[in-house]
């Protein structure tokens, strides 16, 4: 009790042995009331702690970061043959400002092949650690749907640097289900890049950002660039060794590999050609655990080997540990960083707000007979009432236990107060002033309090460190700031309340109390 006094500012003897005998009183035979205010708090606090977790985990099943986008499918014959018109209506600048549309993008629903992080193309086959067909979509330069999806709610990592204005070069962004798969560290995420197959070929492609999720359909994003280089563009985008027709071949291998070994084998190997020249290129790129460079083997300019030759070559270099392995490179340029209408499986509508969402399904609906999918917008708006109510409860609930505690802590106080008048009558009338009356009860009320919101809140830590190791998804959350205003609110007003009625039963003169007048 010593540091309690202390805490407490408990300077005299009589000031310590008051404070210790009227607290024991409070707290009554085998502390029963004490153990009363306590059960009342933990359970206000364990409903709280369950409300709040439960509005945040709906919260995260219902709403994203792309809930103000509507996408029109244009897989139909109908829709496709009034896309022209479709989008012209909407991109028009009075319809645009009467349902309050502030973008109107098409884009491309793919697929690519990835490989795990930990394929190593000296050593795996190729089909053993390859994930087929991730579903993702382009993402124009200016797209304004790059800022939803790098929102801070949303964003698990990104590369502030590549991505600041952006998707411009043929990058990509990975949801995080995706990147898990393919086996990301995402506790220690650094720049990173994936092996992307096409036509047989790796072709390493720079990851830029991570995030919790994309828009629906979607477990990548990537500029249309990347997206061209599978279709039209491919010709002006790739780096191949046997596309390009030059004397220079490029190769990936481990950046501590020794360009003079490999200098010794290529002369060894091609020993009947007049020279090659083996050069260790500044690109790297770190995939997984390994670090690959670029190597660049010069042939002389009318001596280029043929394939099979250059494939025996990389065995070669593989058996004596110096592996060299063959790659496309990707070159992505502003050149084909847009795309046709003709290439677009999907219009994406943006809205201000999502209640303009209705008023753009009745206008399509009246002007081209066209059904928008709403389960997106229903399930935002099933979120805000359920959310609604559920505060409404938890305030309901809140202004309850301040209520009973209140009271509570009222009675106790002017039931043991009018029991013991007659003795504070008589240390009054020797000198006790109402001042230190009121600071004495004030600071027992405070130490009574503090008991019961210490246990009850050790009591609702452990309720839910159970409730996480049950439960696969938690759904109770007492570390937040709506809870620690409670309690505040609960003791203030208490106290407050304490000392209203403490000067209101004690106020009198010493002849009243001792008389109880």
Partial sequence: M??????????????????????????????????????????????LSFAIGGIENLRKRTQNPFTNWVNLSIKSMYIADQLENIKNRYEGEEIRDKLKIKQVNGWAKFSLNMFSMSYNPLKDSPD???????????????DPLINN?????????????????????????????????????????????????????PIPIEVVGIVERLPEFCNFACATSLYNFQTSCSEYLTVNNYQQKENVFKFL??????????????????????????????????????????????????????????????????????????????????????????NFNYLAFNFEKLKHIRDFQQDVDNEFNVEIDMTRVENGENFYRVSLLTRFM??????????????????????????????????????????????????????????????????AVLVGLLEQYLSEESLYNLINIYIFLSILAITVVSVLLSLRTIKKILGGTPGNLIYKR
């Fill in 2 to 47: 010593k540091l309690i006094h202390q805490l407490l500012r408990l300077k005299t003897d009589f000031e310590r042995i008051f404070f210790d005998s009227e607290s024991q009183v409070l707290q009554g035979k085998k502390r029963s009331t004490l153990v009363a205010l306590t059960a009342i708090l933990f359970f206000t606090l364990v409903a």
């Fill in 128 to 142: 053993s650690l390859l994930f087929d067909n991730i579903w993702g979509r382009n993402l124009d330069e200016e």
């Fill in 149 to 201: 999806i790098l929102s801070e709610e949303n964003k698990v990592w990104y590369n502030e640097e590549k991505i600041r204005d952006g998707l411009s070069s043929c990058e990509i962004v990975l949801a995080k289900s995706v990147a898990k798969q393919l086996g990301f560290d995402l506790e220690n995420i650094i720049k990173k890049h994936i092996f992307i197959e096409i036509g047989s070929m």
């Fill in 253 to 342: 291998g481990h950046s501590e590999t020794s360009v003079e070994q490999l200098n010794q084998l290529a002369s060894n190997f091609f020993s009947q050609l007049r020279s090659v020249d083996v050069y260790l290129k500044e690109e790297k790129y770190p995939v997984g655990k390994h670090l690959w460079s670029e190597f660049s083997v010069v042939f002389p300019g009318s001596q280029i080997p043929v394939r099979d030759s250059v494939m025996q070559f990389l065995q070669h270099t593989n058996e004596n540990k110096a592996g060299l392995f063959d790659f496309a490179k990707v070159e992505c340029n502003n050149a084909c960083n847009t795309l046709d209408n003709d």
């Fill in 394 to 459: 938890a305030t309901v609930l809140l202004i309850f236990a301040v209520l009973s505690i209140v009271l509570f802590i009222n009675s106790l106080l002017k039931s043991h107060l009018s029991k013991v008048r007659p003795n504070l009558g008589t240390l009054k009338a020797f000198g006790l002033n109402n001042r230190s009356l009121n600071k004495q009860y004030s600071k027992i009320i405070l130490y009574f309090l503090l008991q019961a919101v210490i246990i009850s809140f050790t009591l």
